[in-house]
């Protein structure tokens, strides 16, 4: 378990479990069968950014569509929680300064460049798709953020499995 907290920003909580998967002990019989929960098929979603506003709206749309929500303040301590976390979309907002490290650590990575990208930005005037794509993002969302087109591209993204 790891906190981290920032005093008038919020907090962190990270909890990771290890995967352990029942195994036979000799104790059973050989025909016995151990019980094994169904996996949940849950969509994980990680959101990276600093607005409280937005990282509300985001959350409270995407849980009530059943996704499953972490939201990490700082992009720079971000990288580790991804990795242990293995989410199957990362939603960044351009306000970080490290967003297309972020997108483009992914992409490279061989463990994590499944997992799709999509970036907040806040006008089209400084736009361009190819350095986006250049830079690992798979699609993005102008602010203010339009909750239909929000839950359409996330839906979108996680559909290209």
């Given amino acids: 378990i790891e906190v981290e907290s920032s005093l008038d920003q919020g907090s962190v909580f990270t909890i990771c479990l290890p995967n352990q998967s029942p195994t036979k002990s000799s104790n059973y019989r050989q025909n016995e069968t151990i019980y094994q929960p169904k996996q949940l098929t849950k969509k994980t979603v990680i959101l990276i950014s600093g607005d409280e506003e937005i990282a509300n709206l985001v959350c409270d749309l995407l849980t009530a569509d059943k996704y499953q929500v972490i939201w990490l303040i700082d992009g720079y301590l971000s990288?580790?929680?991804?990795?242990?976390?293995?989410?199957?979309?990362?939603i960044l907002d351009h306000q970080l300064i490290d967003t297309f490290q972020i997108s483009q650590n992914l992409k490279k990575s061989i463990k994590?460049?499944?997992?799709?990208?999509?970036?907040?930005?806040?006008?089209?005037?400084s736009l361009n798709w190819k350095s986006l794509a250049a830079a690992g993002v798979d699609d993005?969302?102008?602010k203010p953020i339009q909750p239909y087109l929000l839950l359409e591209k996330v839906r979108y993204l996680l559909s290209l499995d």
């Fill in 79 to 90: 990288a580790r929680k991804i990795q242990v976390l293995e989410p199957d979309l990362v």
């Fill in 112 to 125: 994590m460049k499944h997992i799709k990208t999509l970036l907040f930005h806040e006008s089209t005037i």
């Fill in 140 to 142: 993005y969302l102008i």
